[in-house]
């Protein structure tokens, strides 16, 4: 069968499960995808929240049952969603039924349900978000309480170095911002606030240690021996945070509100963050 045939079959079979869905033969639901790091499990978790509200959301939960992995297939993503946000209301969609919403009833129109949501395909407007999230009550251990305080006291600038699967310039996402643009915004803040401290969050913390710390002239503080929702939790304590490719550094600022957000000119990726964030630098 030609691909030209499986689209015109996905096309009619999408059509009858509406029509019956209008005849009230069938209860349309929102199925959403649910997969990656923590940054992505709560962008989609929103995505499922905000939209069409009336409907409640139940989430495809593929990614774990196949692996979890990065795109490389290299690190772990485990879900950490509800570990921080335990309180959350949180529906796993049937295996099937998410079988057959992902094949049939994924667009990038937002036609009311039945709908199957994918964050990567369809646009979000992040305004809201931070009503959906409260920081303050994340769940972090007991023995990272003292560095969340340390954070909150201080003159502490978060500086998000994303490696891992994106520190290839072949990827079609994001590519990797070069270190000048990281030093540059480093300076830019001790301009701005002489006693600042900066605090390095990587998931190549190693890279860090060994390339980058040796190019910059500020004293930098490596965020070591933390989970990924963990480092979240932490950057979003930040007074001011440095974004690089990948999501954490914006998605921490939104997650605290009030941080000042230090942004790369050029990445395509801003302007939704700009939209919702009151407090942003592009360089």
């Given at each position: 069968?030609?691909?030209?045939?499986?689209?015109?079959?996905?096309?009619?079979?999408?059509?009858?499960?509406?029509?019956?869905?209008?005849?009230?033969?069938?209860?349309?639901?929102?199925?959403?995808?649910?997969?990656?790091?923590?940054?992505?499990?709560?962008?989609?978790?929103?995505?499922?929240?905000?939209?069409?509200?009336?409907?409640?959301?139940?989430?495809?939960?593929?990614?774990?049952?196949?692996?979890?992995?990065?795109?490389?297939?290299?690190?772990?993503?485990?879900?950490?969603?509800?570990?921080?946000?335990?309180?959350?209301?949180?529906?796993?969609?049937?295996?099937?039924?998410?079988?057959?919403?992902?094949?049939?009833?994924?667009?990038?129109?937002?036609?009311?349900?039945?709908?199957?949501?994918?964050?990567?395909?369809?646009?979000?407007?992040?305004?809201?978000?931070?009503?959906?999230?409260?920081?303050?009550?994340?769940?972090?251990?007991?023995?990272?309480?003292?560095?969340?305080?340390?954070?909150?006291?201080?003159?502490?600038?978060?500086?998000?170095?994303?490696?891992?699967?994106?520190?290839?310039?072949?990827?079609?996402?994001?590519?990797?911002?070069?270190?000048?643009?990281?030093?540059?915004?480093?300076?830019?803040?001790?301009?701005?606030?002489?006693?600042?401290?900066?605090?390095?969050?990587?998931?190549?913390?190693?890279?860090?240690?060994?390339?980058?710390?040796?190019?910059?002239?500020?004293?930098?503080?490596?965020?070591?021996?933390?989970?990924?929702?963990?480092?979240?939790?932490l950057l979003a304590n930040c007074k001011?945070?440095?974004?690089?490719?990948?999501?954490?550094?914006?998605?921490?600022?939104?997650?605290?509100?009030?941080?000042?957000?230090?942004?790369?000119?050029?990445?395509?990726?801003?302007?939704?963050?700009?939209?919702?964030?009151?407090?942003?630098?592009?360089?």
């Open positions: 069968m030609n691909l030209m045939m499986k689209c015109f079959i996905k096309r009619i079979v999408a059509f009858i499960f509406r029509f019956l869905c209008g005849l009230g033969l069938i209860r349309p639901s929102k199925v959403v995808l649910m997969d990656g790091g923590v940054c992505s499990q709560i962008l989609q978790y929103y995505l499922g929240a905000s939209l069409f509200p009336t409907y409640k959301a139940e989430y495809d939960m593929e990614f774990w049952e196949n692996g979890g992995r990065d795109c490389l297939g290299n690190q772990n993503r485990p879900f950490e969603l509800l570990t921080i946000f335990p309180q959350l209301p949180f529906v796993k969609c049937n295996r099937r039924k998410a079988a057959f919403y992902r094949r049939y009833l994924q667009t990038t129109s937002m036609v009311p349900p039945p709908i199957y949501l994918n964050n990567y395909r369809c646009e979000c407007d992040l305004v809201g978000l931070h009503d959906y999230f409260d920081i303050k009550t994340a769940v972090l251990p007991e023995n990272k309480q003292h560095v969340r305080e340390q954070l909150l006291e201080s003159h502490s600038c978060g500086l998000h170095i994303r490696r891992g699967d994106l520190a290839n310039n072949d990827n079609p996402y994001y590519g990797v911002f070069s270190e000048d643009y990281l030093v540059d915004a480093m300076n830019y803040v001790k301009g701005i606030d002489p006693e600042v401290r900066f605090y390095a969050f990587s998931d190549d913390i190693e890279w860090v240690k060994t390339v980058f710390a040796k190019k910059c002239d500020c004293s930098l503080s490596l965020m070591e021996g933390n989970t990924g929702s963990e480092d979240l939790i001011c945070i440095i974004a690089s490719q990948g999501t954490a550094g914006r998605l921490a600022a939104l997650l605290n509100g009030e941080s000042m957000l230090i942004m790369k000119e050029g990445d395509p990726h801003n302007l939704s963050y700009l939209k919702a964030h009151k407090n942003c630098i592009v360089l």
